[in-house]
Nanobody, 123 residues
Framework: QVQLVESGGGLVQPGGSLRLSCVGK????????IAWFRQAPGKEREGVSC????????YYADSVRGRFTISRDSALNTVYLQMNSLKPEDTATYHC????????????????WGQGTQVTVSS
């Protein structure tokens, strides 16, 4: 059974940092483009970042570029999202997902995703 398991969320003050992890179970993440998207109550799903297969290129939404960094650890079958300079508007449930490679640059085309991890940015 293919599973993506997210972790690393929490409560952080504005300006703080978190690192989210996405572990693949029953799936080799290197073989897929992997995206992070977020969903806040009452708001549309927003693609945040995507990284192409293996050593693929990284893409970011304008709202997070320069603050967030996506990366892979192939040995751990894990994709990370390092989030710095967090803002209250970053508050959401963050999900990792497999993505269609052609849609990675536009942060869409999600196929399968995990249950998510909650990020709350508040003082």
């Amino acid at each position: 059974q293919v599973q993506l398991v997210e972790s690393g969320g929490g409560l952080v003050q504005p300006g703080g940092s978190l690192r989210l992890s996405c572990v693949g179970k029953g799936i080799g993440l290197d073989d897929y483009a992997i995206a992070w998207f977020r969903q806040a109550p009452g708001k549309e799903r927003e693609g945040v970042s995507c990284i192409g297969e293996r050593e693929g290129r990284a893409y970011y939404a304008d709202s997070v570029r320069g603050r967030f960094t996506i990366s892979r650890d192939s040995a751990l079958n894990t994709v990370y999202l390092q989030m710095n300079s967090l803002k209250p508007e970053d508050t959401a449930t963050y999900h990792c997902a497999t993505a269609a490679p052609a849609h990675c640059p536009v942060l869409g085309g999600f196929h399968s995703w995990g249950q998510g991890t909650q990020v709350t940015v508040s003082s």
